[in-house]
């Protein structure tokens, strides 16, 4: 069973909007953090933003003010709303989730590499592809 479920991805024009889901096959409670990254081929992971357990959102300087994280509790959804899309926000879009009960905060990804990355996050969705043409 996939841990995590994205969704929403596809093929859109430069300025549109997309909104990706994540679903878990368990409830969403149980993680200390969420986060939405992004990887191009031959290119490290990146962290795009997080959501703690108090629901605190965080954001990489590189998405800050155009893409918006948020949870629906009812719903065992995470989403990410994504605006003003470029054709440099072309990539694959991974949910993850961190299972433990504490560890470094949610935010310390931004800008790390893979291996320090999944220190935190410990389990991954299959991913979404995100196409944006100019």
């Known amino acids: 069973q996939v841990p995590l479920v994205e969704s929403g991805g596809g093929s859109v024009q430069a300025g549109a909007s997309l909104r990706l889901s994540c679903t878990p096959s368990?409830?969403?409670?149980?993680?200390?953090?969420m986060g939405w990254f992004r990887q191009t081929s031959g290119k490290e992971r990146e962290g795009l933003a997080t959501?703690?357990?108090?629901?605190?959102?965080t954001y990489a300087d590189s998405v800050k003010g155009r893409f918006t994280i948020s949870k629906d509790n009812a719903k065992n959804t995470l989403y990410l709303q994504m605006t003003n899309l470029k054709p440099g926000d072309t990539a694959i879009y991974y949910c993850?989730?961190?299972?433990?009960?504490?560890?470094?905060?949610?935010?310390?990804?931004?800008?790390?590499?893979?291996?320090?990355?999944?220190?935190?996050?410990?389990?991954w969705g299959q991913g979404t592809q995100v196409t944006v043409s100019s």
């Open positions: 993850a989730a961190d299972r433990a009960i504490a560890g470094p905060g949610c935010e310390t990804i931004f800008g790390k590499r893979s291996d320090y990355v999944s220190l935190i996050y410990d389990i």
């Open positions: 368990e409830h969403s409670s149980r993680y200390r953090c």
């Open positions: 959501y703690d357990g108090d629901g605190r959102a």
